[in-house]
């Protein structure tokens, strides 16, 4: 089925095997010229845009997944299951739960836990905790390694909710599930990469903490998150 109702490429090998998939599509357009050679966008339905281009001679995909689980739950079952591609990693922001987890560190998604229904509606999964692929966690781990950037590796937290007024979320989640952070994003991509045999992982830079209120702007979430990038890209080579 291609294109798929929300993809329009006609061509699969327009492809690569690897897709970095940030929620905005416009930190993807950063990311294909800042880091790629012989770019070619080849996606713009909905405005979520998608690149294919050369990183150290490797055919790397930057693709923007949009917010929340429903969202990159589309995107990426499409392309696992209609493109056939083998692995996204997923390049987001996020909230700090943790003193320990600081504005603009690096988080590399060991496994994400959700409230969420999305697994369970979707595959009949019961379980609230999924985890990221092995291989790709040991390559994300691996490229911050070889860069010599700091990472913190552990759970996050994926919320179907943005604004919340119900409960304590710090006592709630972050303490009872040991989430450093949390986005809205991993869980789904992770369910679908678990169903399809693919293969997915996250990492993310914290953008605000729930622990200081400190916040980035969105001009600096959208442009000033390199280090995340850098690994991904190593990763996928």
């Known amino acids: 089925m291609i294109p798929t109702p929300h993809i329009e490429l006609t061509d699969p090998n327009l492809l690569g095997k690897t897709v970095l998939m940030p929620g ?34 490797k055919k790397i995909t930057v693709m923007g997944s949009g917010m929340g689980m429903p969202s990159i739950g589309i995107y990426s079952y499409e ?17 700090s739960y943790s003193e320990s987890a600081k504005l603009y560190d690096v988080i590399v998604v060991e496994d994400a836990f959700s409230e969420s229904s999305f697994a369970k509606t979707a595959f009949g999964y019961e379980e609230n905790i999924i985890g990221s692929s092995q291989s790709t966690l040991h390559d994300l781990i691996h490229a911050a390694d070889q860069l010599q950037y700091p990472i913190l590796k552990g759970r996050i937290h994926s919320s179907d909710v943005f604004y919340r007024s119900n409960g304590n979320v710090m006592k709630d989640v972050a303490q009872k599930y040991d989430c450093l952070a949390v986005e809205m994003e991993s869980f789904a991509l992770f369910a679908n990469a678990k169903k399809l045999g693919k293969k997915a992982g996250c990492i993310l830079t914290v953008s605000d903490s729930l622990v200081t209120n400190e916040a980035t702007t969105a001009q600096e979430r959208q442009n000033s998150f390199n280090k995340m990038m850098e690994i991904a890209l190593e990763a996928a080579i």
Not at 40 to 56: A, C, E, L, P
Not at 79 to 95: D, H, P
């Open 24 to 57: 905005d599509p416009l930190r993807a357009e950063y990311i294909a010229n800042t880091y790629l050679d012989n770019v070619v966008k080849i996606n713009h339905i909905r405005n979520m845009f998608g690149f294919t281009g050369s990183y150290k001679g």
């Open 79 to 95: 392309l696992f299951a209609f493109y056939n591609i083998e692995q996204i990693i997923r390049i987001g922001s996020c909230g």
